[in-house]
C-alpha cells in the first residue's frame, strides 16, 4: 500500500509532551515509508530537536500561521508539494483547517477532519492513552496492521538518537567517586498551577534524598528559577539548571539520572522517554489515562497535589529505585 507514496506530510503541532509522546507514531510512519521524503509541519519551538530527529528530511514551522496571508501562503505550498500522504497527528480543529484549505482534491489524509480518505474511527478514540489511539490511527491508515492497542500496550518513544548526539556530561562535580544525582522537574505551564507539587515539597524531597547520597539537579524554564531558589534554601548544594537546558540536553541529562521526579509537563516526558527511572505527579486537572509517559515509570495521582505528601513519592522511590 505504501510502496507508491513518495512524498508524505506528518502534522504535529502542539506541546512537549504530546510532541515526544508522537515521536513512536513517526517513527512508525518513517519504518513504513522507508524511501519517502518526509517533511514535519510543527511550530518554531521543535524545529532543532524535529531537524535532529531521523525520521524527517524537511522541517517547517509555520503551522500555526497568524492571519490570511499566513494562511494563505501556507496552504498554497501545501497544494504545490503535491503530498501523496498525510498523516494528521494533531487531529485538531487546526489541522482540519488545513485539510478544508486543500479542497476540492486534498491529498489522501489519515486524521479526523470530515471526508479524509484515512478516517480513524473508532469511537473510542478519545478515552484512548495518546500511544494506542496514534498507533490505532496508523493501523486505520495501513501501515500498521498489527498495532498495540489495548491499554498500556503500545511502545514508548524512542530517544536513543537523542541521546547519542547529545554532548556527555555531569550536571555535578564528580569528585573520586560520583554521586548519582536526581533531576526535579518543579515547574509547568503557568496557566497550571493547579499541576504542580508544591516546591516545598520537593525541597523536602531533596533533602531526604541528598541524605542518602543523592545529588539533586533542577530543571525547567527560566520562569521557574524562584522554585529551583526555594529548593536550595532546604538542599543548598541541589544544581539549579532552569532556563539552561535545550532539549538535547535535558535528554543527556535524563539518560544518565538516577531517577527524575517531576510534574505533568514537558521536560518530565522528555526525560522519562530516554529510559531514565521517573515519578511523575498528576492532579486532577489531567488525566494519566491518557497521556501519562511509558517506560521505568511510576506515576502517583492525587486530586489535588497539595495532599500528596512527601512520604508517599519515598515509597515510590523506594519501589522504582531499590538502591535509593
Not at 524545529?47 to 522541517?59: D, G, T
Not at 476540492?104 to 478515552?127: D, I, M, Q, T, Y
Not at 554521586?179 to 516546591?199: E, M, N, Q
Not at 509517559?293 to 519501589?319: K, W, Y
Amino acid at each position: 500500500m505504501s510502496r507508491d507514496i513518495r512524498t508524505v506530510l506528518v502534522i504535529k503541532l502542539s506541546a512537549l509532551g504530546d510532541f515526544i509522546l508522537a515521536l513512536a507514531a513517526m517513527k512508525k510512519i518513517r519504518e513504513a515509508h522507508p524511501k519517502a521524503r518526509i517533511t514535519l509541519l510543527t511550530t518554531p519551538p521543535f524545529e532543532a530537536l524535529a531537524k535532529s530527529c531521523p525520521y524527517f528530511n524537511r522541517v517547517e514551522t509555520d503551522g500555526r500561521p497568524e492571519g490570511l496571508s499566513a494562511w494563505l501562503a501556507l496552504r498554497g505550498r501545501l497544494k504545490a508539494a503535491r503530498y501523496d500522504r498525510v498523516y494528521d497527528l494533531q487531529t485538531s480543529a487546526q489541522s482540519a483547517r488545513l485539510f478544508h484549505m486543500l479542497r476540492p482534491f486534498p491529498p489522501e489524509w489519515s486524521g479526523v477532519a470530515l471526508g479524509c480518505a484515512l478516517p480513524h474511527k473508532n469511537p473510542r478514540r478519545n478515552s484512548m492513552h495518546t500511544l494506542e489511539r496514534q498507533a490505532d490511527q496508523l493501523k486505520f491508515a495501513g501501515i500498521w496492521p498489527d498495532a498495540p492497542t489495548e491499554p498500556g500496550s503500545a511502545p514508548p518513544p524512542d530517544l536513543s538518537w537523542v541521546v547519542r548526539n547529545a554532548r556527555q556530561e555531569r550536571p555535578t562535580p564528580g569528585g573520586v567517586k560520583p554521586r548519582p544525582y536526581v533531576i526535579f522537574v518543579p515547574g509547568g505551564s503557568a496557566h497550571r498551577l493547579d499541576k504542580r507539587w508544591p516546591a516545598e515539597r520537593f525541597a523536602q524531597l531533596g533533602k531526604a534524598l541528598h541524605d542518602r547520597g543523592f545529588d539533586i539537579v533542577i530543571i525547567g524554564g527560566p520562569q521557574e528559577s524562584a522554585l529551583a531558589r526555594q529548593i536550595q534554601k532546604t538542599v543548598g548544594q541541589a544544581r539549579d539548571l532552569t532556563g539552561r537546558t535545550d532539549f538535547a540536553r535535558i535528554a543527556a541529562l535524563g539518560a544518565r539520572a538516577a531517577l527524575v521526579v517531576g510534574n505533568d509537563t514537558g521536560p518530565l516526558h522528555l526525560a522519562a522517554a530516554t529510559g531514565a527511572a521517573t515519578i511523575v505527579l498528576f492532579s486532577s486537572a489531567s488525566n494519566p489515562a491518557l497521556s501519562a509517559p511509558r517506560g521505568h515509570v511510576a506515576v502517583l495521582q492525587a486530586q489535588n497535589l497539595v495532599d500528596l505528601p512527601v512520604s508517599q513519592v519515598l515509597q515510590a522511590v523506594n519501589a522504582l529505585v531499590p538502591s535509593a
